[in-house]
């Protein structure tokens, strides 16, 4: 039911850019927050970009702030991580996530199996 597909990942050099996708299915994605995370080999996963559910408001971590831009189209059902200007501290797996809290305090979530990025010459 649910399913969050990411494509877009892949080695590039320094300094290079890549566009990650998030498609989502399974549920009223206008409804969702969507972020994407990254986990790096030995370091704890962190958040890198959030979008509120109707775009209007975004978040970055301070590591990609002015070099990663996070957007959605509603339309389309699909969330994007634009990164510029990439370094090799940026290689993790970057992860979609959706989230929902309803007016309840009950939380829904659902992440996407990972894309690797690898930023190495």
């Known amino acids: 039911q649910v399913q969050l597909v990411e494509s877009g990942g892949g080695l590039v050099q320094p300094g290079g850019s890549l566009r990650l996708s998030c498609a989502a299915s399974?549920?009223?994605?206008?409804?969702?927050?969507m972020s994407w995370y990254r986990q790096a080999p030995g370091k704890e996963r962190e958040l890198v970009a959030t979008i509120t559910s109707a775009g209007f408001t975004t978040y970055y971590a301070d590591s990609v702030k002015g070099r990663f831009t996070i957007s959605r189209d509603n339309a389309k059902y699909t969330v994007y991580l634009q990164m510029n200007s990439l370094k090799p501290e940026d290689t993790a797996v970057y992860y979609c996530?959706?989230?929902?809290?309803?007016?309840?305090?009950?939380?829904?979530?659902?992440w996407g199996q990972g894309t690797q990025v690898t930023v190495s010459s």
């Open positions: 996530k959706a989230r929902m809290v309803d007016y309840s305090g009950t939380g829904y979530d659902y």
């Open positions: 399974g549920f009223t994605f206008s409804n969702y927050a």
